[in-house]
């Protein structure tokens, strides 16, 4: 199967070209398993597309460093880095196609820069927030509402470097779902303890990460 069509394929490119800075991705797969040879053959075709964007494929266990930097115990992963090495803290676990493309091209965007316009007074509300917090993004890859709130809660994080925002396809981890006692996508999971269910504007999540 093709993950982009023509239409998309023309999309990316155009938003590739706009990006000021570096950034790379970097995915770290399981030896076994449906998902993370999707996620190869995704990003295959994705750097076929684009050579923008270098792409590092390694498996669990190849690069312990990176695997530091990235710090998830979810399995697989792709990760944004910035042009330094560091990890950005924008991630996805699963395949970011179909409703998700879009998320995973503004992420790069973001994180590379120059990025989706912010206020100035947004920008100050996201940097005040100065102790770490991570953030899962339920979603399904058939939900209309789940990129809106993915690509908000990326955005935060590509801003500030305490923010940790990754999407997580919950079809591929049922055991997440049963822990997180998920109903409904999309949901947004705060340090492991806090679920709030429903799209969510930006201003909204900055006030649940208050």
């Known amino acids: ?14 938003v590739m ?9 970097c995915a770290v797969l399981e030896f076994e398993g449906e998902l993370s040879e999707k996620i190869r053959e995704f ?15 390694y498996y669990k266990g190849d690069n312990v ?9 979810i399995f697989p992963v792709i990760a944004l880095m910035h042009g330094d090495g560091l990890f950005s803290g924008v991630s996805f676990h699963g395949i970011p196609a ?8 503004l992420a790069i965007y973001n994180v590379a820069g120059p990025g989706q316009p912010i206020s100035d007074s947004l920008l100050d509300r996201i940097k005040s927030l100065d102790k770490p917090i991570n953030v899962k993004v339920g979603v399904n890859l ?15 994080a590509a801003v500030n470097e305490n923010i940790s925002a990754a ?9 997440m779902r049963k822990q997180y006692r ?29």
């Open 65 to 73: 460093e990176v695997e530091e930097k990235i710090g998830t115990s």
């Open 43 to 57: 990003l295959c075709e994705f750097s076929e597309v684009t050579d923008r964007v270098p792409i590092n494929i």
């Open 17 to 25: 070209e706009r990006i000021s800075g570096d950034v790379s991705i």
């Open 167 to 175: 999407m997580l396809d919950l079809q591929h981890f049922p055991k």
């Open 142 to 156: 058939s939900c209309t509402m789940c990129p809106e709130l993915v690509q908000v809660c990326q955005r935060i």
């Open 98 to 105: 179909g409703h998700e493309l879009e998320s995973f091209v």
């Open 1 to 14: 199967m093709s993950y982009f069509d023509d239409n998309s394929i023309d999309q990316i490119k155009q």
């Open 182 to 210: 998920v109903m409904s996508v999309p949901v947004i999971i705060i340090n492991d303890e806090k679920t709030v269910f429903g799209k969510k504007s930006i201003e909204e999540v900055l006030e649940l990460l208050m």
